[in-house]
């Protein structure tokens, strides 16, 4: 036969060998899983996000136990907002007694150990289903207003803050909202309040599914003047630039598989954390093939989480977080 000098399967002859080479790990400690949270009693499963479900305060608190005690100590919560409590304005959002608020106290009463962070944006709170305030012309045409926004959005994140929230997380792309909420907070004295700021989050097609399971989806136009459009890298770096310099404690970048390219190149420019958000369609893709029999559920999710991490991601927010946790406890006990 011929030679063949060098020979990198080496270094895939065994188990042991491939752990020992290993360059990008999963753990449960990576992991953010999202929640949503509901007034009253009951804990209604998602038709959209098989396996998740429209949490009680008090089924909330004893998921966030369970999920503790698999290794994922970090939530990110969502409110369910029922129809009779949206407006214009989205004022349900800074209403101090609102479920999340609720749902924090509850969550660092029962388990102070928690991290929690919060979204602040109005889309699910809003009649227009956008993330900021609208301004509605005579044509009929909106505009969606930046600095006005961030004014309300203020006021959601300092309720989220008195009520013992660990961090921030505005998902609405207004510009500039990084620096005015960090004056904000630190002007009420919440200092230690963090900043996770939505960096490059793209108009995705990819939110259908979490639009459905909080009927946010907007009434009128896109969210394309304030979202990124899913053609652009370039922009994200200047995004992750502005954020850095108006204090963002960390970044995130929102889809995450489709975006592994955008993660990598602010992993190459920001020193500081990065985030990922594994979004519902991207979860759904794999739990629908799987439902249909035709991908291997476990695996697929662990290849799509992992390689986001390869791709520079610190942690990952991800629906799949439980099942993960549980896959990568029994894998480390085998
Ligand atoms: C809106 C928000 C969205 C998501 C998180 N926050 C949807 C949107 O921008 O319309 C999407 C999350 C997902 O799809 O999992 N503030």
Redesign the pocket.
Known sequence: MFDIPIRPRRNRKSASIRALMRETTLSASHLIC?MFVQEGDSNDPIESLPGCYRWSISGLVDECRRLMSLGVSCVDL?AVVPDEKKDEHGSEAWNPEGIVPQAIRALKSALPELTVMT?V?L?PFSTYGH?GLVLEYPDGSIEILNDESIEVLCKQALTHAEAGADIIAP??MMDGRIAVLRAALDAEGFDDVSLMSYTA?YASA??G???GALG?APKFGD?CSY?MDPANAREALREAELDSMEGADFLMVKPATLYLDVIAALRAQSKLPIAA?H???EYLMIKSAAASGWLDERKAMLEALLCIRRAGADMILTYAAPDVAAWLRDEAGQ
């Open positions: 999202p969502f979204d944006a889309d993330d998902s609405d989050k990819f939110y599914p979490f639009r946010s969210k979202q958000y979004v519902s369609g």
